[in-house]
């Protein structure tokens, strides 16, 4: 843990660590020398011996500007240093995230340690300059208890053991509020979500026409009460207990200064030694504290780092633990042409249940086929299309692609052969040209290939109008002149990043269900263009557009219940007749 910290701090600035650890070490000696010097300048006065005085004066004085200016330098450079290490810190936590399957966004569980995690980490840095601290403050104890100690030996022990009671209340306590905050981490996301709502852009205009501003605010007052209280109970209790512990050594430094008051009047100390010795004992009452404040951090601290470590240790879930203890190489096939997909008797359940999402579906995509999916919400479409996507693995059965199992495949190569227009898709408040070549971000891109994909969404016509074009903004969150969309728009701007990546395998989820009548044909028209000779998956409750698919998949409840062409299936009198059937008694 220490080495972790120390190796991540030289990292991010050599050289400020090193001046860091330099002021550290001054840092050891100025107090117990700036108490020495007070007590020789004041009976300097008393005997007012000017040589004396002089000398000791200007040694105050170079102490305490030097102790100035080195707090005043080490402020800044700990500013720079730490903004340094938590780039590091994040690109860390960003990397680490980045490995991970959709899984465990998906899982509240696994969700609140991850957030646990990143906020955890924050606290690495500290650990190495807590465990300098704590030295520092531990030498500082030594020197001034060796010099406390020609008082009366006794005196250092004293006020130290007084002080012991104090450190083990704060230890403990600490520790509790830890847990706690760990426990709470949903209640707390649930309430910053209720805040996020009532002040975001995209909640505002729902907020207001439908007057739920009095209803969000009370629940997030609420949610806060309950936050608040538990947390006020836990901290009243650590105030009682730490308020009546605070006073001992201070109770015991009183006495003590009253003892060397009186050896002052018995002529055994002069009026020097009382500020001395005062200090001295103020200094190892202090030292005490800074100690016990360090080494609590530093508990905190080490369950934090075990924890990130816990969390670093996470493996993504689509290797499976059958697979890899077997002799198989998993992980290794390179699939540069997508000649058929199969899924054979696959069954999966979400994680933490046990509700079967898919039912030993079994079907084949081939190499240029047209194939749409349809059925009830929740049958198990889009469940497919993330297995599909190596997104999350079979509870039961198997994927082969080109006769491969999917595990055996590298999957950041395979999910590279599609291009996804999912239903839930993203909007990002970047330029209109950012969003787009985010589809697909490695490729070499033009002014000419983004506009192409804009006229295949039917979205140039409107972007040619924009003061900047494809340079414009989205939305107004960061730039007053950014453009605002309507949610059909979006979806253009979505179906753009489709169009734009060359893919070998064309996969869109309700791509129609923002657009009007004349943008959905042009929309169909393109895709049935671009990707003639393309495999192309399309998932719609329309049965306009799935009814010329090579071929269709109907799902209910999870199982594929029927296979087969439009003109098949409506042979056969089932599902998908009486969809087809519904629709079609509309118009």
Request: proline share 2%.
């Amino acid at each position: 843990m220490i080495s972790m910290s120390f190796s991540l701090s030289f990292r991010a600035a050599p050289v400020i660590m090193i001046v860091r650890l330099v002021f550290l070490l001054y840092g050891v000696f100025a107090p117990a020398i700036t108490v020495l010097a007070l007590r020789n300048v004041i009976d300097s006065l008393v005997l007012l011996n000017i040589e004396q005085l002089t000398r000791w004066f200007v040694l105050l004085c170079t102490v305490q500007i030097l102790t100035i200016f080195i707090n005043k330098v080490a402020i800044f450079i700990s500013t720079l240093h730490g903004d340094k290490i938590s780039l590091i810190i994040s690109t860390d936590i960003i990397d680490n995230i980045c490995k991970l399957d959709i899984s465990y966004f998906e899982d509240p569980a696994t969700y609140d340690e991850l957030i646990n995690a990143s906020r955890d980490i924050n606290s690495m840095p500290s650990i190495i300059w807590n465990v300098l601290s704590s030295l520092q403050a531990i030498t500082q104890l030594i020197i001034v208890c060796v010099m406390l100690a020609s008082f009366a030996w006794y005196v250092p022990l004293v006020i130290c053991l007084v002080s012991l009671p104090g450190y083990i209340v704060d230890r403990k306590i600490s520790l509790e509020l830890y847990d706690w905050n760990r426990g709470v981490v949903n209640e707390v996301r649930k309430m910053n979500y209720s805040y996020d709502t009532l002040i975001s852009r995209y909640y505002s205009k729902d907020i207001r026409i439908k007057n739920l501003y009095s209803y969000l605010r009370a629940k997030y007052i609420e949610q806060w009460r309950n936050w608040f209280f538990a947390k006020k109970k836990l901290i009243t209790k650590h105030f009682i207990m730490s308020f009546l512990l605070i006073f001992l050594p201070h109770i015991s430094i009183i006495g003590f200064s009253l003892v060397v008051v009186a050896s002052i009047f018995a002529q055994e100390n002069t009026t020097g030694d009382f500020m001395f010795y005062s200090g001295l004992m103020s200094q190892v009452a202090g030292g005490i504290f800074s100690i016990v404040a360090t080494m609590t951090d530093l508990i905190q601290q080490k369950v934090k780092v075990d924890n990130y470590m816990k969390f670093k240790s996470w493996k993504p879930r689509n290797i499976t633990v059958d697979y890899a203890a077997s002799n198989i190489e998993f992980n290794q096939h390179e699939i540069k042409e997508l000649k058929s997909i199969e899924f054979r008797n696959v069954s999966f359940s979400y994680p933490n249940t046990n509700i079967l999402a898919l039912d030993n579906v079994s079907f084949v995509i081939y190499q240029g086929e047209k194939v749409g999916f349809v059925g009830r919400n929740g049958s198990g479409k889009t469940t497919v299309v993330k297995l599909l996507l190596g997104l999350y693995i079979p509870t039961k059965g198997e994927i082969f692609v080109n006769d491969i199992p999917l595990k055996q495949c590298k999957i950041n190569l395979y999910q590279n052969l599609f291009s996804e227009m999912m239903q839930d898709y993203v909007n990002y408040s970047f330029p209109l040209y950012e969003n787009i070549i985010m589809a697909d971000i490695n490729s070499k891109h033009t002014d000419e290939r983004i506009e192409k994909a804009c006229k295949l969404s039917d979205i140039y016509s409107l972007v040619n109008n924009w003061k900047h074009g494809i340079h414009s903004s989205l939305t107004k969150g960061f730039d007053v002149n950014g453009v605002e969309l309507s949610g059909g728009e979006w979806q253009k701007i979505a179906l753009a990043r489709f169009f734009y990546r060359e893919a070998q395998f064309y996969l869109m989820d309700e791509p129609a269900s923002s657009l009007d009548a004349d943008s959905e044909e042009y929309i169909f028209k393109s895709v049935f263009d671009k990707l003639k000779d393309k495999t192309l998956l399309l998932i719609s409750h329309r049965l306009s557009n799935i009814k010329i698919m090579d071929k269709i998949l109907v799902f209910d409840m999870g199982k594929v219940i029927e296979i087969g062409t439009h003109d098949q299936l409506l042979s056969n009198d089932k599902l998908y007749t009486h969809l087809y059937g519904l629709q079609a008694s509309k118009y």
